[in-house]
T-cell receptor
Framework: DAKTTQPTSMDCAEGRAANLPCNHS???????VYWYRQIHSQGPQYIIH???NNETNEMASLIITEDRKSSTLILPHATLRDTAVYYC????????????FGTGTRLTIIP | NAGVTQTPKFRILKIGQSMTLQCAQD?????MYWYRQDPGMGLKLIYY???????DKGEVPNGYNVSRSTTEDFPLRLELAAPSQTSVYFC??????????????FGQGTRLTVV
């Protein structure tokens, strides 16, 4: 699986959009981009994933650049409950069972 | 739906003791995983399993053993506990990669202290 690079920490004002970047410059054509988050010391929670098209669900939007070397997770209206560590993972789905995490971005929502 | 259930939630072990961390899932998922998370750090994969009877090492397998006799259960065994194994342990499961939705589900964790 390709390596990812994320900022260590970010702040965002409550009610504003939180934009979390992820670089994955060595991504290959069949690798998906997944996002998970971990609130305080709970188990991580799946947010969204995509291959090359932008994706949106009830939690967030995922924007993947045309060359697929980077992506951005967007939380449209951040709330205090969105304070968490956000993990960007690049992973082949076909025949790949492993799921490994990096160090993630610690997002703090400021009241 | 219970999802992924881990027991116990907390445990204190003495050096050299052994214990088994239990993990059960009721979603009929093929894949199961064990992770450890040290304070302020990310998750490290210990072992994983792609189905009953099949297990494989992750990034940090030393000091641990696993078994997968059923689809539902994936226990993690510590034989000779050491202070370096003080951590929070998470179990997770996910469907086969051919499933429509391949997201992983995590348990709430077991906080283990070895003294």
């Amino acid at each position: 699986d390709a390596k990812t690079t994320q900022p260590t920490s970010m702040d965002c004002a409550e009610g504003r959009a939180a934009n979390l970047p992820c670089n994955h410059s060595t991504i290959s054509g069949n690798e998906y981009v997944y996002w998970y988050r971990q609130i305080h010391s709970q188990g991580p929670q799946y947010i969204i994933h995509g291959l090359k098209n932008n994706e949106t669900n009830e939690m967030a939007s995922l924007i993947i650049t045309e060359d697929r070397k980077s992506s951005t997770l967007i939380l449209p209206h951040a709330t205090l409950r969105d304070t968490a560590v956000y993990y960007c993972i690049v992973r082949v789905n076909f025949g790949n069972e492993k799921l490994t995490f990096g160090t993630g971005t610690r997002l703090t929502i400021i009241p | 739906n219970a999802g992924v259930t881990q027991t116990p939630k907390f445990r204190i072990l003495k050096i050299g003791q052994s214990m088994t961390l239990q993990c059960a899932q009721d979603m009929n998922h093929n894949y199961m995983y064990w992770y450890r998370q040290d304070p302020g750090m990310g998750l490290k994969l210990i072992y994983y399993s792609v189905g009953a009877g099949i297990t494989d090492k992750g990034e940090v397998p030393n000091g641990y053993n696993v078994s997968r006799s059923t689809t539902e259960d994936f226990p993690l065994r510590l034989e000779l506990a050491a202070p370096s194994q003080t951590s929070v342990y998470f179990c997770a499961s996910s469907p086969h990669w051919t499933a429509m939705n391949t997201e992983a589900f995590f348990g709430q964790g077991t906080r283990l202290t070895v003294v």
